[in-house]
């Protein structure tokens, strides 16, 4: 299992109540555990943004001063198969510890449940007194979208687990947040009022009955809240100012402003300015609490602006904790286009991020590990294929099995095909001899570059799909019930191993019209390594339809069969339109520039 440690940002604030103000800075921290503030949804556009569904879970355990029984928590979650453990948070004042891991929806709910099992035998309420408020053994559990997973993937995961705390531990279990059942209970302090210490006169109210679960106080246990929120992100920006300066600059940008008369610049942003003594600095310190309404460089360039109509210097700013992938890449585009810059590199866009928006000024920001995807991904579980050697793979290719078969074979030519044609573009990219290509060069690269990104995860996908058809015919068949499960596995499993080949037609078909355009302009020495991207394409696109039409057969679903028969064919005939156009072009080129 995976530990990331994190930076001193997350140990610089604890927990306390909000204020009329907006918040406390005692809170600030307490926020990105606790599940009253929503986050967002996001889906990643290349490369990592390929791995498996991503659900973060965030449990919240009201102990955080017994070591023994915080490591045992941690190893009941690590012992999880696919639930990566990210980072465990304990604080002894609150007496309450955060752990915060990720995995597939149903790894998730899973190693939840094997932490709140041990909870239960380890931690008694009766005798339990900390800072924080709080109303159970497991005070909040909330599910979080991160990738290939939306906000009912994981309202239905809360459900799940709390369905399955109440009956296998016999404990109360509220729904908050977007699982909620009533507005009344949509938020945790609506739930938590009377903490701990009412919940067994507020269990004989009606109108507080727990979602799953019994009616009766369990003292050693309390209740639990679970739910799904948004991602939040607690976000800083470095001023070398007085802190009233920069709680002006606070009140201008932060939604809820100086009041209903006077709101700020800025939606779904919580924001304060405060003193941080261990820098030496002031910041404005913020809550982002939906990205997609406002993003990190949106507030690093509000206060930015502010900073400057006061004459105060800005020096850069920090992200308390782990963050999504996809607002550092947003952050990575601004100044892209802000710049006019070419980057095409995922990692080298993050690395534009974390400098521009001076991420690493107080601390460093390791971002393989405080960005979730990365840190995940560190672990070749994800992609098991693609982390082989070139022998190792080729290996398994050779190997008297099924799978790794044409299909992952047929997907990874095609991405060396695309390869190859971003190489060639890039031979002809900053050269003196062809400036006045730059322009068409900087517009035709990412094609391919995209193109190959959108092509390596169906290496895996391919393997995975036709491995999934062979363990739907091996289930159980005794019963009609079985039959019926049996046959719609085999269904399912059937459409995914003909949707991935065709994603792999399409994704290879997309360079054509990018591969024709550069026949023409590019560098004529590298013109031999075009040709063989080209015709790693059209054998990427004649192999995936190959690998659509020998699984029709297994699609009892005629009309399915039909349309999907006709889509194929018409990939395979762009292709080998579009390969003819790109090989006489590049033949014309070839003969042009022989003596």
Same mark, same amino acid.
């Given at each position: 299992?995976?530990?990331?440690?994190?930076?001193?940002?997350?140990?610089?604030?604890?927990?306390?109540?909000?204020?009329?103000? =907006?918040?406390?800075?005692?809170?600030?921290?307490?926020?990105?555990?606790?599940?009253?503030?929503?986050?967002?949804?996001?889906?990643?556009?290349?490369?990592?943004?390929?791995?498996?569904?991503?659900?973060?879970?965030?449990?919240?355990?009201?102990? =955080?001063?017994?070591?023994?029984?915080?490591? @045992?928590? *941690?190893? *009941?979650?690590?012992?999880?198969?696919?639930?990566?453990?990210?980072?465990?948070?304990?604080?002894?004042?609150?007496?309450?510890?955060?752990?915060?891991?990720?995995?597939?929806?149903?790894?998730?709910?899973?190693?939840?449940?094997?932490?709140?099992?041990?909870?239960?035998?380890?931690?008694?309420?009766?005798?339990?007194?900390?800072?924080?408020?709080?109303?159970? #053994?497991?005070?909040?559990?909330?599910?979080?979208?991160?990738?290939? #997973?939306?906000?009912?993937?994981?309202?239905?995961?809360?459900?799940?687990?709390?369905?399955?705390?109440?009956?296998?531990?016999?404990?109360?279990?509220?729904?908050?947040?977007?699982?909620?059942?009533?507005?009344?209970?949509?938020?945790?302090?609506?739930?938590?009022?009377?903490?701990?210490?009412? %919940?067994?006169?507020?269990?004989?109210?009606?109108?507080?009955?727990?979602?799953?679960?019994?009616?009766?106080?369990?003292?050693?246990?309390? @209740?639990?809240?679970?739910?799904?929120?948004?991602?939040?992100?607690?976000?800083?920006?470095?001023?070398?100012?007085?802190?009233?300066?920069?709680?002006?600059?606070?009140?201008?940008?932060?939604?809820?402003?100086?009041? @209903?008369?006077?709101?700020?610049?800025?939606?779904?942003? $919580?924001?304060?300015?405060?003193?941080?003594?261990?820098?030496?600095?002031?910041?404005?310190?913020?809550?982002?609490?939906?990205?997609?309404?406002?993003? %990190?460089?949106?507030?690093?360039?509000?206060?930015?602006?502010?900073?400057?109509?006061?004459?105060?210097?800005?020096?850069?700013?920090?992200?308390?904790?782990?963050?999504?992938?996809?607002?550092?890449?947003?952050?990575?585009?601004?100044?892209?286009?802000?710049?006019?810059?070419?980057?095409?590199?995922?990692? $080298?866009?993050?690395?534009?991020?974390?400098?521009?928006? =001076?991420?690493?000024?107080?601390?460093?920001?390791?971002?393989?590990?405080?960005?979730?995807?990365?840190?995940?991904?560190? *672990?070749? #579980?994800?992609?098991?294929?693609?982390? %082989?050697?070139?022998?190792?793979?080729?290996?398994?290719?050779? /190997?008297?099995?099924?799978?790794?078969? =044409?299909?992952?074979? /047929?997907?990874?030519?095609?991405?060396?095909?695309?390869?190859?044609?971003?190489?060639?573009?890039?031979?002809?990219?900053?050269?003196?001899?062809?400036?006045?290509?730059?322009?068409?060069?900087?517009?035709?690269?990412?094609?391919?570059?995209?193109?190959?990104?959108?092509?390596?995860?169906?290496?895996?996908?391919?393997?995975?799909?036709?491995?999934?058809?062979?363990? +739907?015919?091996?289930?159980?068949?005794?019963?009609?019930?079985?039959?019926?499960?049996?046959?719609?596995?085999?269904?399912? +499993?059937?459409?995914?191993?003909?949707?991935?080949?065709?994603?792999?037609?399409?994704?290879?078909?997309?360079?054509?019209?990018?591969?024709?355009?550069?026949?023409?302009?590019?560098?004529?020495?590298?013109?031999?390594?075009?040709?063989?991207?080209?015709?790693?394409? !059209?054998? +990427?696109? $004649?192999? +995936?339809?190959?690998?659509?039409?020998?699984?029709?057969?297994?699609?009892?679903?005629? !009309?399915?069969?039909?349309?999907?028969?006709? !889509? @194929?064919?018409?990939?395979?005939?762009?292709?080998?339109?579009?390969?003819?156009?790109?090989?006489?072009?590049?033949?014309?080129?070839?003969?042009?520039?022989?003596?």
């Amino acid at each position: 299992m995976l530990a990331v440690t994190l930076t001193r940002g997350l140990a610089k604030i604890s927990c306390s109540t909000s204020t009329a103000a =907006g918040f406390h800075p005692k809170l600030h921290r307490a926020l990105l555990r606790s599940s009253s503030v929503f986050s967002f949804v996001f889906s990643r556009p290349v490369s990592l943004a390929k791995m498996a569904q991503l659900i973060e879970c965030v449990p919240n355990f009201s102990e =955080g001063r017994d070591q023994q029984v915080i490591d @045992a928590i *941690s190893k *009941s979650i690590s012992a999880t198969t696919g639930a990566t453990l990210l980072n465990v948070d304990p604080g002894k004042s609150t007496n309450r510890t955060v752990y915060t891991f990720v995995g597939s929806a149903e790894a998730v709910v899973e190693a939840a449940l094997a932490a709140a099992k041990t909870a239960f035998d380890l931690i008694d309420m009766t005798k339990q007194t900390g800072e924080h408020p709080r109303l159970g #053994a497991l005070d909040v559990c909330p599910f979080i979208p991160i990738s290939n #997973a939306t906000m009912a993937d994981c309202v239905e995961c809360a459900k799940k687990f709390s369905r399955r705390l109440g009956e296998e531990l016999a404990v109360p279990v509220y729904l908050y947040g977007f699982a909620a059942q009533a507005d009344y209970r949509r938020s945790v302090p609506q739930i938590r009022a009377g903490e701990y210490e009412g %919940l067994a006169e507020k269990l004989k109210k009606a109108e507080w009955i727990p979602d799953f679960g019994p009616t009766q106080f369990v003292p050693r246990w309390g @209740a639990t809240i679970a739910g799904a929120r948004k991602f939040l992100i607690a976000y800083n920006v470095n001023l070398l100012s007085t802190k009233e300066q920069a709680h002006r600059i606070a009140l201008n940008i932060r939604e809820q402003g100086r009041g @209903a008369k006077e709101p700020g610049r800025l939606p779904a942003v $919580q924001g304060l300015g405060w003193w941080f003594d261990e820098g030496k600095i002031a910041q404005v310190s913020t809550n982002l609490t939906d990205l997609d309404l406002t993003t %990190l460089h949106q507030v690093f360039v509000e206060v930015e602006k502010d900073a400057w109509e006061m004459n105060l210097p800005m020096i850069g700013s920090e992200i308390v904790g782990l963050v999504p992938l996809k607002p550092v890449l947003e952050a990575a585009e601004y100044f892209i286009k802000k710049e006019n810059l070419f980057i095409l590199e995922e990692e $080298q866009k993050v690395q534009l991020a974390v400098s521009r928006l =001076g991420l690493n000024t107080l601390s460093p920001f390791d971002y393989k590990t405080r960005i979730i995807e990365y840190a995940v991904a560190n *672990s070749a #579980a994800t992609s098991p294929l693609l982390n %082989l050697t070139v022998k190792n793979f080729v290996g398994e290719v050779a /190997a008297r099995k099924p799978a790794p078969g =044409g299909g992952s074979v /047929a997907a990874l030519v095609g991405s060396m095909g695309a390869a190859l044609c971003r190489m060639v573009g890039l031979l002809t990219y900053g050269n003196k001899k062809f400036e006045h290509l730059e322009t068409e060069i900087r517009r035709l690269v990412p094609v391919f570059h995209d193109a190959m990104e959108n092509l390596l995860p169906l290496v895996d996908a391919d393997t995975k799909a036709f491995n999934s058809i062979i363990e +739907a015919h091996r289930l159980p068949s005794a019963t009609p019930d079985e039959k019926i499960a049996k046959e719609t596995a085999i269904q399912t +499993a059937t459409l995914t191993a003909i949707q991935v080949p065709m994603a792999t037609a399409k994704a290879a078909n997309s360079a054509w019209a990018a591969l024709l355009e550069l026949s023409a302009i590019a560098n004529i020495t590298a013109i031999s390594d075009l040709q063989v991207g080209a015709k790693s394409l !059209e054998t +990427a696109v $004649q192999g +995936a339809v190959w690998n659509v039409q020998i699984n029709l057969s297994g699609l009892r679903d005629e !009309e399915q069969r039909a349309k999907f028969r006709v !889509e @194929a064919e018409e990939e395979l005939r762009l292709c080998q339109e579009k390969f003819a156009a790109v090989n006489k072009a590049i033949e014309k080129r070839k003969e042009d520039s022989s003596p």
